[in-house]
């Protein structure tokens, strides 16, 4: 289908749509980002809501597949959720994995199942009102206030009221509509964008084989590989390949989209990062879809090229295909401060930091040239790159923060998204406490109430990760 053919336009009639509820703080997105928000400002005692328009919560985290912070987490809600599952078996310890620039710790992988049920019994305890299978459509705007959000579902239209909104929908969608100034990728089109994929698992992996082999080649160049049949369950992370993958397709004649793919264990699984389709322009319906047609062709043959040639794989089958598509970059809203890929090299000390950050450095060549994965000293993220210009009551969390596209390689990773979502909850709810706009609240305040939690707000507190 041609997207490039003339429009034509409707006018929709106006109508009158009621108010759902009104409360303190609206959460718009239960993501990876969203119930870390949400729990944040209802530990606090604030009416929260968070709407989420899937069924279960995680987002990327969870339902993309993507399990694996690429990064310590240093505290506060982030680990007391890690830890969490790892007592109920949902995730094992963290890792020192090999890289080309030496080692970067890894939090260990998650069962995704185990995390959904976390975040919504945390969620449920804190007495936030999830809102599931619910779109928000816009935003309610007073003036430049946002005043609520309008949301979407089976019941048709409804409005909910109030007194700040924090948008972790990942693409900015409150906030753009709002009218807070953006840029997308490093400040163009898709082309200029990181490229989105879409995670598979396998079952049935000989891991102990597979771990053997790997120790044994030159083809795996970055990877963690436990020394114990245990600790493989969660434990094993391979990053490479490149020689074998460019044999097959020589062999076959199968086109697989990158030279470079990621194995990662959790619960004994086999999570396969391995598809990949550039300048996706994803709010457009149709390149969106046609991005996931092109994943599904690229798993079958990355599932074949597995089982034929990699040494554990001979009796996996695909287990599960990750029901969203990944997408690692659109837009960058502007907010009073910018973070730049200086900054999260170098990582100088913010005043106003409300997290420190070991994330490493995760960037896909928006062309599909290979991975630059690297572990890096902490940075620190400051306030002012959750506070979107122009537009007041709002924050943003999660991987549309205010970051160049250099700095979103490692803002965009789970450990920083986590960290925003929890700073942005606490700095709603001491605004409202001190009865002030989210831009004038007292940082002082936000960062006391992070420490409290175990935050280390500051790039030297955070040891070990490299
Ligand atoms: C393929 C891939 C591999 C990755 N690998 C890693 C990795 O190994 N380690 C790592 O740390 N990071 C990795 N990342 C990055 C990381 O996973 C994401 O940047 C992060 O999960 C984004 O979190 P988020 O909360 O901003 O977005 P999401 O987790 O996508 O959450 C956004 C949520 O908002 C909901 N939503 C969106 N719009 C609306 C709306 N209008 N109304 C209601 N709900 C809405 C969505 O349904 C979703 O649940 C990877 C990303 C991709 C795509």
């Known amino acids: 289908m041609d997207t490039a053919v003339k429009q034509s336009f409707i006018t929709e009639p106006a109508r009158q749509i009621p108010q759902l509820l009104e409360t303190d703080v609206i959460v718009v997105g239960g993501g990876t980002t969203g119930p870390f928000a949400a729990i944040s400002a209802a530990r606090q005692g604030k009416r929260v809501v968070l709407i989420e328009r899937f069924g279960s919560l995680g987002g990327n985290l969870t339902l993309g597949l993507n399990t694996k912070p690429s990064g310590a987490l240093v505290g506060g809600l982030p680990l007391e959720i890690w830890n969490l599952a790892r007592s109920v078996g949902g995730a094992g310890p963290d890792y020192m994995a090999v890289v080309k620039n030496g080692g970067v710790k890894i939090a260990s992988p998650c069962d995704p199942e185990t995390m959904k049920m976390l975040l919504t019994r945390l969620c449920a305890e804190a007495g936030v009102q999830i809102l599931f299978e619910t779109v928000v459509s816009t935003p309610l705007m007073e003036g430049n206030t946002v005043a609520g959000v309008i949301i979407e579902n089976k019941s048709g239209r409804q409005f909910i009221r109030g007194k700040v909104v924090i948008d972790c929908s990942a693409d900015a969608d409150i906030a753009v509509r709002a009218g807070a100034p953006f840029v997308m990728g490093s400040g163009g089109d898709a082309k200029t964008m990181q490229p989105v994929s879409m995670y598979f698992t396998m079952d049935h992996v000989d891991l102990v084989k597979l771990a053997a082999w790997s120790r044994t080649t030159d083809d795996v160049p970055a990877r963690a590989i436990p020394d114990t ?238």
């Open 229 to 466: 049949e245990e600790g493989l369950a969660y434990g094993l992370w391979l990053t490479g390949f490149n020689k074998s993958l460019r044999k097959f397709q020589e062999d076959t004649g199968i086109k697989l989209q990158r030279d470079n793919i990621t194995l990662k264990t959790a619960d004994g699984r086999m999570y396969v990062n391995a598809t990949r389709v550039t300048n996706v322009d994803v709010f457009d319906p149709v390149q969106f879809t046609n991005a996931v047609i092109e994943c599904y062709r690229q798993i079958e043959g990355v599932a074949r090229y597995l089982k034929e040639r990699i040494p554990g794989f001979e009796n996996a089958r695909i287990e599960a295909i990750a029901p969203v598509l990944g997408v690692r970059e659109t837009r960058h809203v502007i907010g009073e401060y910018t973070l730049t890929g200086e900054d999260s090299v170098k990582g100088p000390t913010f005043e106003d930091s409300i997290a420190a950050d070991a994330s490493a450095l995760d960037i896909h060549d928006p062309k599909g040239a290979d991975v630059d994965f690297q572990g890096l000293k902490p940075y620190e993220i400051p306030y002012r790159c959750l506070l979107p210009m122009q537009i007041e009551q709002l924050l943003v969390a999660g991987r549309c923060i205010s970051a160049d596209h250099d700095a979103h390689a490692r803002s965009r990773n789970m450990p920083a998204c986590m960290a925003t979502g929890q700073a942005a909850g606490i700095a709603a709810s001491v605004a409202i406490d001190e009865g002030v706009n989210v831009r004038k609240v007292s940082v002082a305040k936000v960062q006391e109430k992070l420490r409290a939690l175990g935050m280390p707000l500051h790039g030297e507190e955070v040891k070990g990760t490299m």
